[in-house]
């Protein structure tokens, strides 16, 4: 079997009429079978069968299919009438038809590809560009298809005896019915290096946004609406434009003023705003201001397909743009796509009916995996600890409790947690580093409250393709949450689930093993609690890894890209310091559990001190914080401030800044902070414990949040 894969592609990309082009990561499949016995006596040799967008307003005659119909005009000017051997074409097609993501110039490419192939005439990519540029007379669709990524491309001048047939009339090309049952028997060859093409340099993080309306814009109506000529003003405000863009595409981290200011174009979207309703409102709807994330928007080669270029807030950008469609009554679907690098592919295998499928084959990679495992071995082992050698590659991890330091069986206590839509933002700024230690602590905070001492830890890693050097970020991040921890990295599970994820995204989750020896009281020990009993707070790192989907929200209303330089902390960027991990406090609360000085702790995450606090409490008890005793971080000032965020819903959503409030005895409170004091931790008096009278938390002194 040969399998023809060919990428969906975006012509113009806004002022670039004609010129530039992107593959995208949406690809039309042939799958070829040659002497197949089934399509014997088959018109021209050529079975067809079809799936996908469209199915069943597909023509399947092979001489009117416009792949077949490529692939025949290939092979008639190689001197053979048909396929040389009955053949099965069976195409699978997922690009939408007449949206303007380049159906028809895909179909061309896989045309010529295919005549290529069951011809055996082993040209090259450029020699088959000569070919695509006879039929499909606009380069850049068919360049970016045909060699994948981001594209410029032009036609050359052709000589006086090519200029002849430079504008021959489809029919006399390809073998259509309408011309005659000899058309294209002896078809005119095209000249040697029609095209010229440069593929420009793309930013990694740059993800592309197709709103797809749910009706189509044929390529010839949109074209009859230009005009011949146009005003000098609107030609040198694309030319201005589109030399700028092709630099600014592939500079990271990208500048959304100038992708934006760089996609406009007076050239030929401004004349489809009658084909397309409310095309220009559309257009100008969202803005890198309105939506953070967003680099630029622009019409999808003819249309009606809106592109929209972004780093992050996918989902936001997408729901907008559908209801700027909705407004028109046009229904739209959206995919989130990255440029397809490769282009054109062929591959050659066995017969179908024999051939041996691999896990790969459905775009899971074992070697990826046993690649990855080789590659993170040494962070691993970094975390190895007593009763744990932090050895990966085996079907589970191993703990010696003895060896751990536990004579007589202790009390396990067990944690599982993630790390949340913070997610979002290590997307957005393709760091992974620190991740990674979120979820270390999302878990060993958790132990630690109950008086545990952190033993080890195991991470599962979900991704639609693995990503070696995204994926051993992330975990040495997490090796070194573990060492903060005292813990052991005991194994870990990655999958790889092709359509569960988009592009380099992945979701991460955690579990942690403690113990507690044998005779010691798990925390909270609330029957020991009792009016007057002191409340310390140790500070956090800024939001730590909860509340993050208001954070985005507060973030988008600023009109702030990740990118941009933090308002609360000039030296960052907004990304970069909400990406500041969370803070571990195993190693500073061990000493003072051990010493028993603390009754009660609880970890501030989602639900904030509101909620938190009271877990550990009884009943009959309530806490009293007075929240002007410490400071709360710039970061969480500036949320709160943007965001018109009350002091209720501060304290419930973000931390404020107190990670961790312990509840002690205040005979014990001196020697507490003492304790914490030589493990390198400032204990914060934040407040007592009292009779309760209605309010499990009672804040004091909140304005000074205001």
Known sequence: MITIKVPC????????????????????????????????????????????????????????????????????????????????????????????????????????????????LGMSKDRILDFCLMIERHPDNVAAALFGGFVGSYLKELDPEDMKRKEVPLAEVLPAPQGGEDTGLTPPIPPIDIGKHIRFPWATEIKCIAIIPDFEVATA???????????????????????????????????????????????????????????????????????????????????????????ANFDDIAASLIKQFAGEKIKCRWELLEPAYDGLTVSHSENASTEGMTYADAGVSIDLGNELVRSIKAAVASTRRPGADAEIGGFGGALDLAKAGYTEPPILIQAIDGIGTKLKIAFAMDDYSTVGIDLVAMNVNDLIVQGAEPLTFMDYYACSKLNIPDAVRFVEGVAEGCKQAGCALVGGETAEMPGMYQGKEFDAGGAATGALKRGRTVLPDKAAMQEGDILFGLRSSGVHSNGFSLVRKVVERAGLSYTDTAPWEPTSSVGASLLTPTRIYVKQLLPAVEQDLILGMAHITGGGLEDNIPRMLPKHLAAQVDVSTWQVPAVLKWLKKTGNVSAREFARTWNTGIGMVIVTPREKAERLVEVLGEAGEEAVRIGVLMKHGGEDVELLHTEVWA
């Open 9 to 120: 592609s975006s012509a113009n990309i806004g002022p670039g009429f004609d010129v530039i082009g992107l593959a995208l990561s949406l690809w039309l499949e042939v799958q070829v079978t040659v002497a197949d016995d089934a399509s014997k006596g088959a018109p021209l040799n050529c079975r067809i069968t079809y799936e996908g967008e469209g199915e069943g307003g597909v023509d399947l005659q092979p001489d009117r299919n416009l792949i077949s119909q490529t692939a025949l005009y290939v092979l008639r000017c190689h001197k053979q009438r048909s396929f040389p051997e009955p053949t099965h074409v069976h195409i699978k097609n997922p690009i939408p038809l007449g949206r303007g993501l380049g159906s028809s110039g895909a179909a061309v490419v896989a045309g010529v590809s295919l005549g290529n192939e069951v011809g055996k």
């Open 221 to 311: 109506k949109a074209r009859s609406v230009l005009p011949t000529m146009y005003a000098k003003a609107d030609v040198i405000y694309n030319l201005q434009r589109v030399a700028l863009l092709t630099s600014a595409l592939g500079q990271s981290p990208p500048n959304p003023e100038l992708i934006y200011d760089g996609m406009q174009d007076k050239v030929h979207q401004p004349y489809r705003k009658g084909l397309i309703p409310g095309l220009t409102e559309i257009l100008h709807s969202v803005t890198p201001a309105s939506h953070p994330g967003l680099l630029g928007v622009c019409l999808s080669g003819a249309g009606p397909t809106v592109l929209a270029l972004a780093t």
